[in-house]
């Protein structure tokens, strides 16, 4: 079988991210109709269904996700060849806006080996001013941000998923037995301010009464809070892989034996921008890769 045209791959590859052919129109400066005739007449020619249509919704059939890595992977290797190949071009700026934990104690260790990787981007990180904020800059290019909500949202893609867990400095529990959950109302609880609710979800879940939960120490962002925990203050509800580095050291430890976790899900959200879409293309499959990287 003769490969499909380029054309149709770079189309299905939009549509694929985005899951949605108007996202992947508007990116792509083609109409919603061309987008479509494209995907069917490679879906014809393969003899296999790529996208689930549902109504105003489309999802990748397991045959469609198998195939839109494999097509990433090769345009990412067809763009770096070109780009070593042909002459220079003006650097790349791309913008990602994140928790300054998500900043700091995640990307800020990888960003020597993302500049070695890819030279010709200049990555540009804003955080926010507290946890939990949402508006957001039309300027920003990636955004990684937490939400409860689970039905597909246009142009936005799960992350990762983090196991959110009370920790604490060893020396702070050193004098205590293992700890049952109704046992942490004997302590300091240190609380986040964007994330309030974490607190009470982890009583609920843990069958405590959420009035019952002990006020304390109230940060505005998780580096404060880590800084707070590692100084003996009291517990606070980390999330990894954020706080990992401090559990590998041994300056953070889990506070039960047994998993008492929480869950929430990071997305990505990324916005069309056509003067630099193969920029930005680069840094979402480099988060991603980063993602699903052992722990």
């Not at 290019?141 to 867990?165: H, N, Q, R, W, Y």
């Not at 006020?215 to 590692?230: E, M, V, W």
């Amino acid at each position: 079988m003769r490969r499909p045209r380029l054309n149709a791959l770079r189309t299905f590859e939009a549509a694929g991210r985005k899951l949605s052919f108007s996202l992947a129109a508007d990116e792509l400066n083609i109409t919603q109709a061309a987008v479509s005739q494209q995907i069917r007449q490679l879906e014809e020619y393969l003899g296999d269904a790529l996208f689930v249509r549902a109504h105003r919704r489309i999802s990748l059939t397991v045959s469609g996700r198998a195939y839109l890595e494999t097509v990433q992977e090769a345009l990412e290797r067809l763009d770096n060849v070109t780009d070593q190949l042909f002459g220079t071009r003006p650097d790349q700026v791309v913008t990602i806006r994140c928790t300054s934990s998500v900043a700091s104690l995640w990307l800020a260790p990888q960003i020597r080996a993302f500049q070695r990787a890819f030279p010709e981007i200049n990555l540009h990180i804003r955080t926010l001013e507290r946890e939990g904020e949402t508006n957001t800059p039309s300027s920003t290019d990636l955004e990684i941000f937490v939400s409860a909500k689970t039905e597909p949202m246009p142009g936005i893609t799960p992350l990762l998923t983090s196991a959110i867990t009370p920790v604490a400095a060893p020396r702070y529990l050193k004098n205590n037995p293992p700890l049952h959950a109704p046992d942490i109302l004997n302590f300091n609880l240190i609380h986040i301010l964007g994330y309030d609710d974490d607190w009470h979800r982890w009583f609920r879940t843990y069958h405590l009464d959420p009035l019952r939960v002990p006020r304390g120490l109230s940060a505005d962002s998780s580096l404060f809070a880590i800084d707070a925990a590692l100084r003996g203050d009291g517990i606070f509800l980390g999330r990894r892989p954020f706080i990992d580095a401090h559990l590998e050291t041994g300056e953070l430890v889990e506070v039960f034996d047994t998993p008492h976790h929480l869950k929430a899900t990071y997305f990505l959200r990324q916005r069309g921008n056509g003067q630099n879409t193969r920029g930005i293309e680069k840094v979402a499959r480099w988060l991603r890769r980063l993602a699903e990287a052992p722990v």
